[in-house]
């Protein structure tokens, strides 16, 4: 079965870090671009960035750019988010998932649960 | 960065009426186009990729059209499992953007 878990979210101070992971298991990690996005309370779904099979390509949206960081880890089927100077408004669940096929531009067809990381002082 | 605009923002329906939702890009994205359907406290599900593919085990009467700037998700007949918030997303440059989201309600 294809599977995504997520881990590592929490409370945060404003200013503060936290390591989002996400465990994948039931299909080839490496042959996928991955994502994540994140869902404020009550809001709408947000797109945060994504990485190359390799990891040698890496995008943001704007919002996030210069404090949030994604990795992979190939050989142990890891995602990972590294979230820095963390804002009030950075406060979402935040789901990981898989692009469909190779290309990464056909949408995303496997989702994890979501782990939920809240920055309030 | 591509906008994705949608509309309604919301709407309300009874079983059995056909809905239609509006996503607009900011420019042209030919087809890299896609659908979710999101549950309230659950994980979006990928409805329709490539504008108009329907992904398997999604029920025939959802579908997709369009190119370039203006696309619709069309549900033939409204059926209870398929109250629910619908999303799109281009996936034709990074950073892939969704839409604001569209609140299917019952009447």
């Known amino acids: 079965e294809v599977q995504l878990v997520e881990s590592g979210g929490g409370v945060v101070q404003p200013g503060g870090s936290l390591r989002l992971s996400c465990v994948t298991s039931?299909?080839?990690?490496?042959?996928?671009?991955m994502t994540w996005v994140r869902q404020a309370p009550g809001k709408g779904l947000e797109w945060v960035a994504n990485i190359k099979q390799d990891g040698s390509q890496k995008y943001y949206v704007d919002s996030v750019e210069g404090r949030f960081t994604i990795s992979r880890d190939n050989a142990k089927n890891l995602l990972y988010l590294q979230m820095n100077s963390l804002r009030v408004e950075d406060t979402a669940v935040y789901f990981c998932a898989r692009d469909v096929g190779a290309s990464g531009d056909f949408g995303l067809d496997v989702w994890g649960q979501g782990t939920t990381a809240t920055v309030s002082s | 960065d591509v906008q994705m605009t949608q509309s309604p923002f919301s709407l309300s329906a009874s079983v059995g009426d056909r809905v239609t939702i509006t996503c607009r890009a900011s420019?042209?994205?030919?087809?890299?186009l896609n659908w979710y359907q999101q549950k309230s406290g659950k994980a979006p599900k990928l409805l329709i990729n490539a504008a108009s593919s329907l992904r398997s085990g999604v029920p025939s009467r959802f579908s997709g059209s369009g190119s370039g700037t203006d696309f619709t998700l069309t549900i033939s007949s409204l059926q209870p499992e398929d109250f629910a918030t619908y999303y799109c997303?281009?996936?034709?440059?990074?950073?892939?953007?969704f839409g604001q989201g569209t609140k299917v309600e019952i009447k």
């Open positions: 997303q281009q996936s034709y440059n990074n950073p892939y953007s």
């Open positions: 039931g299909f080839t990690f490496s042959s996928h671009w």
């Open positions: 420019q042209s994205i030919s087809t890299y």
